[in-house]
């Protein structure tokens, strides 16, 4: 069965350095990968996925994540944090063989100015 | 592209009387997801639909729920019966046929509060 973990409920960082939030997967073959933002009370927004070929995606607003076979991780990154970036994020997992999307619990970012 | 509408926004219901939300996909997105949300949860998986055909449902969606997507367009999910512990958001999501990315895409959600 597919499963995703976000081991941290929330992380802090300043603004202007570096933030990294965390998700592993378990699927039992290739998958596709995702990550997505959620602002209080509204719907989900796609930020990057990895499907196939460079472990490290990039994305929207800055963001990019590195896949990482080996370790069964695709930890979302941004150099640089904003203000801005303070929300709900979610690592999301589909298998290969199935149409499905799994989402992690979620990681509350809050970055502080 | 106008992205994916979904109708109510919110609703407040009383216990026992049925509720039905509305899904607008993108247009040309043969695939439409339903998920549920409940506060500091990750979404869960209810069920979806390739085209007019519902392919998969979650043990989540008890006998109470039932999903329609007819003529393969828009979806409505109907909740029969509705009890406090139904009260949460409802979100839509589409995705393009296989070959064309695989993002499925998510509308603003539809809350439910069961009173």
């Known amino acids: 069965a597919q499963s995703v973990a976000q081991p941290e409920d929330q992380v802090n960082v300043a603004e202007g350095n570096p933030l990294t939030v965390k998700c592993t997967y378990s699927v039992s073959g290739n998958p596709y990968l995702f990550w997505y933002v959620q602002y209080p009370n509204r719907g989900l927004q796609f930020l990057l996925k990895?499907?196939?070929?460079?472990?490290l995606v990039k994305g929207s607003y800055g963001f990019e994540a590195e896949f990482n076979k080996s370790q069964t991780s695709f930890h979302l990154k941004k150099p640089s944090a904003l203000v801005s970036d303070s929300a709900l994020y979610f690592c999301?997992?589909?298998?290969?063989?199935?149409?499905?999307?799994?989402f992690g619990t979620g990681t509350r970012l809050k970055v502080l100015a | 592209d106008t992205g994916v509408s979904q109708n109510p926004r919110h609703k407040i219901t009383k216990r026992g009387q049925n509720v039905t939300f509305r899904c607008d996909p993108i247009s040309e997105h043969n695939r439409l997801y339903w998920y549920r949300q409940t506060l500091g949860q990750g979404p869960e998986f209810l069920t979806y639909f390739q085209n007019e055909a519902q392919l998969e449902k979650s043990r989540l969606l008890s006998d109470r729920f039932s999903a329609e997507r007819p003529k393969g367009s828009f979806s409505t999910l109907e909740i029969q019966r509705t009890e406090q512990g139904d009260s949460a958001m409802y979100l839509c999501?589409?995705?393009?046929?296989?070959?064309?990315?695989?993002?499925?895409?998510f509308g603003e959600g539809s809350w439910l509060t069961v009173v």
């Open positions: 990895y499907i196939t070929g460079d472990n």
């Open positions: 999301a997992v589909r298998d290969r063989g199935t149409y499905k999307y799994i």
């Open positions: 999501a589409s995705s393009p046929a296989e070959g064309f990315g695989n993002t499925i895409y």
